[in-house]
């Protein structure tokens, strides 16, 4: 499957963006989808995910409360909302899919990334 992630951008804190990771090629339900991000010097870090159905998320807690993943597979597509942005959540957001077997709250568990979109909050 291929994914290509987009809706980044440059927004002040306290604002909002949501982005979206749309997916081509094989059947996007037949995979959970993560989104991680990864700021400049630092280790790529798991933000949220949901499972093939859209029925279980589970989400980092420096995130918790702020930002909510969700899919829509009639659209191939999943999202991240994300409101009350803080200057920390500045990062390059990237989107991935996993198989069942895969753990959803490490890199190594995806078997899909997507390319990546920046998302630079201003205080």
């Known amino acids: 499957v291929q994914l290509q992630a987009c809706g980044g951008g440059l927004v002040q804190a306290g604002g909002s963006l949501r982005l979206s990771c749309v997916a081509s090629?094989?059947?996007?339900?037949?995979?959970?989808v993560g989104w991680f991000r990864q700021a400049p010097g630092k280790e790529r870090e798991f933000v949220a995910a949901?499972?093939?159905?859209?029925?279980?998320?589970n989400y980092a807690d420096s995130v918790k409360g702020r930002v909510t993943i969700s899919r829509d597979n009639a659209k191939n597509t999943a999202y991240l909302q994300m409101n009350s942005l803080k200057p920390e959540d500045t990062a390059v957001y990237y989107c991935?899919?996993?198989?069942?077997?895969?753990?959803?709250?490490?890199?190594?568990?995806?078997?899909?990334w997507g390319q990546g979109t920046q998302v630079t909050v201003s205080s």
């Open positions: 991935a899919a996993r198989s069942t077997s895969g753990s959803m709250y490490y890199t190594g568990g995806y078997d899909y």
């Open positions: 090629g094989r059947p996007f339900s037949r995979y959970g």
């Open positions: 949901i499972n093939w159905s859209g029925g279980s998320t």
